[in-house]
């Protein structure tokens, strides 16, 4: 079926010169078209909490998450380098076999295979130190919704050489061995299903999905992975299939009795926003490139999903699948959900290889990292962590010791296995969110302000191949700055309303200055007149602030 959404292009290799290969017509910035989904999934999400009388969407730290989203993609925009070039190298130099695009088989062996590869990528982000610190931006919320599943490291994509380049998104040598035989075709969708998949196991509003939870990961398995519970950590990794941490022996299931902490062991005060996935290179010498980027953004689009409370369990698709079940585990801070459930699309790869964790009942789930970081602050929940390893490198005395630091896990110190010992996990119990209360008419505002800048982004997506590289480096500068003052708004941050008064002035500035012509009047105007009346207000808030500081002087 997905191979009806295939359209052909001509790209040169060295077997046979010029060829046709097909691609999806949605691979190209697929995750940019998929957010007005998103949004309407999230919307879906909420009711389905509110009717079931559960806790909904905090606005803080989902615009936060969301803005995290927002930040990888303009790093997007920016790079598309030569790595994607490497898969296709690889297939064209050191493909085994050349199988038929058309053919079911290749679908189905590019869909395992990219799968497979997805869990030991994923197992890496949080196995390896210097991964784990661009990877801990995603299990930072203390919340677990599918807003969760958008929030990604802006650097986890750019060391991965996750890089696009026309239709076609690669993402580094994990995937390469498939590359002997899987198509580019068949790789391309299976890599879309398994993104898109991912998205709706961040939620608590499904339970289990019943026998489902066997095979896939389901938001119940998810919730585990996102744990900083001890049981939660280093659990769940599978991308669509929960089968992967199984068999390799990083399964952990949802425990009833122990309330999952969702978040990192040591979390940061604030809200402000080497992903090396070489793994999947092996998939070059007989998966196509176009298979392997379908197959590959389909599995981060599937991710999606499976950030939600709200469905409980998939009965049977639980044996095979990553369902929210099981990615709520991959999530939690509880000593049973560490490093659990890294599967996709499958949550085959976590029973196999010794990672899979059922979702207990009778504990529940504390999500977020086990030392969570209380703040809203965008770039400093984008940062602090590769921080925080290069300071324990500088500790390090030895060379040895300085690499360890680096490579293995975020657990090891000096003496101690790879990945830490047992014992000195921190056991997390259930903890008070991170929450600074703001009137109601500022969350309005910052959520106005927000929306103007997932407008000002879709415009900017759309039409960045015809603006020159320095407009384009100009306004993903001021989306980083808009997402940063949110960020800091939302932390109640001192002289924030110093930075909002300068956003304020330079959007109007800009609006004054420069030439929109394929952006609507009406838009511009409204932006324009809130923009204005919102700096005078930041303006007055600031001169009140300066005249406090004085009088405390």
Not at 138 to 153: M, P
Not at 453 to 461: I, M
Not at 507 to 528: G, K, N, S
Request: net charge neutral; proline share 4%.
């Amino acid at each position: 079926m997905l191979r009806r959404c295939c359209h052909q292009i001509e790209i040169k290799t060295e077997h046979n010169g010029p060829k046709t290969v097909p691609l999806l017509k949605w691979s190209r910035d697929s995750d940019v078209m998929a957010w007005p989904y998103f949004a309407t999934f999230i919307l879906l999400e909420n009711v389905l909490l509110w009717l079931q009388r559960r806790p909904t969407f905090r606005l803080n730290d989902g615009l936060t998450s969301l803005s995290h989203g927002l930040l990888q993609e303009c790093g997007r925009l920016l790079f598309r380098g030569g790595e994607s070039y490497v898969y296709v190298y690889v297939y064209d130099k050191f493909r085994l076999v050349e199988l038929p695009w058309d053919h079911w088989v290749t679908w189905y062996l590019a869909a395992v295979g990219v799968d497979f590869c997805y869990y030991w990528v994923h197992r890496a982000c949080h196995e390896v130190h210097i991964l784990w610190a661009q990877h801990q931006v995603h299990h930072s919320s203390e919340d677990f919704n599918l807003a969760v599943g958008l929030r990604q490291s802006v650097f986890q994509g750019w060391c991965g050489f996750v890089s696009r380049c026309g239709e076609i998104e690669l993402s580094g040598i994990f995937y390469l061995p498939l590359a002997v035989a899987i198509p580019p075709s068949h790789f391309v969708t299976h890599q879309q299903f398994n993104l898109l998949y991912q998205f709706w196991i961040h939620t608590k509003s499904v339970r289990t999905l019943g026998p489902l939870e066997v095979v896939f990961n389901t938001p119940q398995h998810h919730r585990v992975h996102h744990g900083a519970n001890i049981y939660c950590l280093d659990k769940n990794y599978g991308g669509v299939l929960i089968i992967w941490d199984r068999l390799f022996g990083t399964f952990a299931e949802e425990r009833q009795d122990e309330e999952i902490v969702y978040g990192l062991v040591m979390n940061q005060p604030s809200f402000n926003l080497l992903h090396l996935q070489i793994f999947y290179l092996p998939l070059a010498v007989a998966i196509p490139p176009s298979h392997f980027v379908t197959h590959q953004q389909f599995n981060l689009l599937y991710q999606f999903w499976i950030h939600t409370k709200s469905v409980r369990t998939l009965g049977p698709l639980e044996v095979v699948f990553n369902t929210p079940q099981h990615h709520r585990v991959h999530h939690g801070a509880n000593i049973y959900c560490l490093d659990k459930n890294y599967g996709g699309v499958l949550i085959i790869w976590d029973r196999l290889f010794g990672t899979f964790a059922e979702e207990r009942q009778d504990e529940e789930i504390v999500y977020g990292l086990v030392m969570n970081q209380p703040s809203f602050n965008l770039l400093h929940l984008q940062t602090f962590y590769t921080l925080h390893v290069a300071e324990k490198f500088k500790q390090m005395t030895s060379w040895q010791d300085k690499l360890a630091a680096i490579f293995y896990g975020p657990s090891w110190e000096p003496g101690k296995p790879r990945l830490g010992l047992e014992q000195d996990k921190i056991k997390v119990v259930a903890r008070e969110k991170y929450e600074v209360k703001l009137p109601l008419w500022c969350n309005v505002y910052l959520f106005i302000h927000f929306c103007f800048v997932v407008y000002g982004f879709q415009e900017l997506a759309a039409r960045h191949m015809s603006l020159n590289p320095v407009t384009v480096l100009a306004f993903v500068a001021y989306i980083i700055a808009s997402l940063t003052s949110i960020g800091l708004l939302f932390d109640n941050a001192p002289y924030a309303c110093v930075l909002e008064l300068l956003r304020c002035m330079v959007l109007v500035t800009a609006v004054q200055r420069m030439d929109f012509p394929d952006l609507d009047d009406t838009v511009l105007l409204t932006a324009e007149v809130f923009f204005v009346l919102s700096g005078f207000f930041w303006l007055l808030q600031s001169l009140r602030i300066l005249q406090i500081s004085a009088k405390a002087a």
